[in-house]
Structure formats: C-alpha cells, structure tokens
C-alpha cells in the first residue's frame, strides 16, 4: 500500500517553455502533498507544501510564480515550472502522507529528472 | 533555525559494521527518520525514532537522543547493495514537514 506516482521521469524542454509535472496517491487520499528539489550530490530541500483545495505553501526563495503548484484533487498535486531556465535543471520529487499509516505513512514518488537546454 | 549534519562521505567493507551520526537543531522535533537513497532514485524510508533509544529492524538500527540532538544509524553485514546516500530527517512539531541532512554517501567496498 501507500504508493506515489510521479510522472514522468525523465523530460527535457528548451529554454523558456514550462514543463508540468504530476504526483498521483494511488491508493490512498492526501489532502497534503509535499515538493521536494535535489541538486547533484545535495539533499532535499522542500519546495512547497501543497494542500488539496487551497492554495500551497511555499518555502522562503522559491518563487510561487515560477513553480505553480496545483492540488485539485485528494489524489493529485502537480507541477508547474513555467519558463524554464537551465539553472531549474534538476531531479524534483513529491513526497504524500498516508494517514492511516501514521508515522511510517510518508511516501515519495519516482522523481523527475528535468533537464532545460 | 533548522540545521542538520551529517558526514558527506563514508567508506566501509563489505560484511563490515558503519554508523552514521546525525545531530540536529531545530525549532520543533516530532520526531526522526532515516532514509535511504540511490542515485536517480527516490528516497525508501528505513527507520524511525520519536523517542530516546535504539530502535532495531532487521541490519539497521538508529538510535536517538534528543537532549544531545543526536542520532545514528547503525548497518551490519554491510552488503555492495548498501551503497547509497543515507539522509537524516527531522519532523516538525506540525508532523507534517521535514527537515532533509545533507545526505550521507556510503560507498562498500569487496
């Protein structure tokens, strides 16, 4: 149980276009849904929490109007990294709480791995 | 302030024991967790401590102190699988969000 999609894995766009990324729960509701960014050889570092039905919040330095973040549902948040720039290539990964698991219930997607040329 | 260490690389030997220390200082503690992470890959959860103690599952171990702000996790019978990043994390007083380490990256050798 407590399985977290994310797609797609792998995507490259150019410069200036905006890639959309998905995290799906796939057998379990999340009203909170959490992004995570991952340079090379670096740790996590939370982007933006994501609440179903309201809007997300997001950490100090990342800008919200570049990383739209988008929770419709109790079992998808996505993505948004509007206007791409090189220096946004890097791995992003989501990470959902299933509640009736209590402490052991965070689960982390696949990861995306963003490449902008 | 949130400030996690970790030592940011290890080697050890295939069969060997290694620990990896943790220590923290955060404004809120709900908790800690262990994770491991292969390159590429997402991070799999390994272990959790909300309490002072060692907790013990299968090879791995973690053990915490919270007066000290400090954990580690302990791998026996190292195998070449076990090469990986290893990240600390702390929980929130909200249990809801973490606080990610830099990451641990342990290499076994043959």
């Known amino acids: 149980g407590a399985v977290v999609s994310q797609h797609p894995s792998r995507v490259i766009c150019k410069s200036g276009t905006s890639v959309k990324i998905e995290c799906r729960s796939l057998?379990?509701?999340?009203?909170?849904m959490f992004w995570y960014r991952q340079f090379p050889k670096q740790s996590l570092m939370l982007m933006a929490t994501?609440?179903?039905?309201?809007?997300?919040?997001?950490e100090q330095g990342v800008e919200k109007d570049k990383f739209l973040i988008n929770h419709a549902s109790l079992t998808l948040s996505t993505l948004t990294v509007t206007s791409a720039h090189p220096e946004d290539s890097s791995f992003y990964i989501c990470?959902?709480?299933?509640?009736?698991?209590?402490?052991?219930?965070?689960?982390f997607g696949s990861g995306t791995r963003l490449t902008v040329v | 302030g949130q400030n996690i260490d970790q030592p940011t690389e290890m080697t050890a030997t295939e069969g060997a024991i290694v620990q990896i220390n943790c220590t923290y200082q955060?404004?809120?503690?709900?908790?800690l967790f262990w994770y491991q992470q292969h390159a590429g890959e997402a991070p799999t959860f390994l272990s959790y401590?909300?309490?002072?103690g060692l907790e013990e599952k299968g090879r791995f171990s973690s053990f915490l102190s919270r007066s000290k702000g400090y954990s580690y996790l302990l791998l026996k019978e190292l195998q070449m699988k076990d090469s990986a990043s290893y990240l600390c994390?702390?929980?929130?007083?909200?249990?809801?969000?973490?606080?990610f380490g830099p990451g641990t990256r342990l290499s076994v050798l043959p």
């Open positions: 955060t404004s809120g503690f709900n908790g």
């Open positions: 401590n909300v309490l002072d």
């Open positions: 994390a702390v929980r929130d007083n909200y249990g809801q969000n973490f606080v």
């Open positions: 990470s959902a709480r299933d509640f009736r698991r209590d402490n052991y219930g965070y689960t």
């Open positions: 057998d379990f509701q999340a009203t909170t």
């Open positions: 994501s609440n179903e039905g309201s809007k997300a919040t997001y």
